[in-house]
């Protein structure tokens, strides 16, 4: 059985780590390369740098940043914020990313996932999923959730596991889904979501938004079927450690890859 990761993730704006809720009230938390090399030590399987201003305000991924951010933290790296063209994820590669995660440009035009799987192989791209629950009519109404873009500022109208289903078939090697309305909240992953999206696809999915504790670890990876589980708030506040993270996952039974380097 594959071992889970734990992932902290990296949001990024104007070169400073930030953490908000859904997406707004944004605070400062530290220093991008700083926190890589922090965390890499603490026992993170990879780490996630997602400049989450690039897209907004309509410029490519700040590179410098992400190369000392690459030089400090010896982990796989993913990447992701204003990529939108072919290029732009060779310039990222070449910073020192290992993948690269593509969001609203792949919404945007989707050959962008085929053409970027079949310059760098699938392996290296990973789409980005922002998820927002839709309201339902009835207590027997199925669940579904829309895609929303542009940091969380655009609702789509597309269909979340139709868009998880396509985006693995033009070349997804992973899919990191967030659900924008747990993001920050500390309310515990949206199993249901990630349920059904790991259900649809047979790639890795990596559970983001909400986590709290080690226990919604647990959940993410034993309800959810998620394959990774990434956070943000709870390791830069110093909720848990990644360490107490993996520590539950293997109490749990979960295959992890223990901070002192043996396998549970």
């Not at 647990?218 to 830069?236: E, K, M, P, T, W």
Request: with cysteine.
């Amino acid at each position: 059985m594959l071992r889970r990761r734990v992932i902290p993730c990296l949001d990024v704006a104007d070169g400073r780590v930030v953490k908000g809720v859904r997406f707004i009230d944004i605070v400062d938390a530290g220093d991008p390369p700083e926190l890589a090399e922090h965390y890499a030590r603490e026992g993170a399987d990879e780490i996630v740098f997602l400049d989450i201003a690039a897209t907004p305000a309509g410029r490519g991924t700040l590179l410098a940043v992400v190369e000392a951010t690459a030089r400090r933290a010896f982990v796989p790296l993913t990447v992701g914020g204003g990529v939108r063209s072919v290029r732009e994820m060779r310039d990222v590669l070449r910073a020192g990313a290992d993948k690269v995660s593509l969001n609203t440009a792949a919404v945007e035009d989707p050959s962008l996932v085929a053409r970027c799987a079949v310059r760098f192989g699938r392996q290296a791209v990973v789409v980005a999923i922002d998820a927002r629950r839709r309201p339902t009519d009835g207590a027997g109404d199925e669940p579904s959730w829309e895609v929303v873009v542009n940091g969380g500022r655009r609702p789509t109208g597309g269909d979340v596991l139709g868009w998880a289903e396509r985006a693995v078939e033009l070349g997804a090697g992973e899919l990191l889904v967030t659900s924008m309305d747990r993001d920050g909240t500390r309310a515990g992953f949206d199993t249901e979501l990630l349920r059904s999206v790991a259900a649809r696809v047979e790639v890795p999915v990596i559970a983001s938004g909400g986590a709290a504790g080690p226990d919604d670890f647990v959940a993410a990876v034993r309800d959810g079927d998620a394959d990774a589980v990434l956070a943000a708030s709870v390791f830069h506040r110093g909720t848990c450690s990644i360490a107490t993270v993996k520590r539950a996952m293997a109490d749990a039974g979960l295959p992890v890859r223990l901070v002192d380097g043996r396998a549970a």
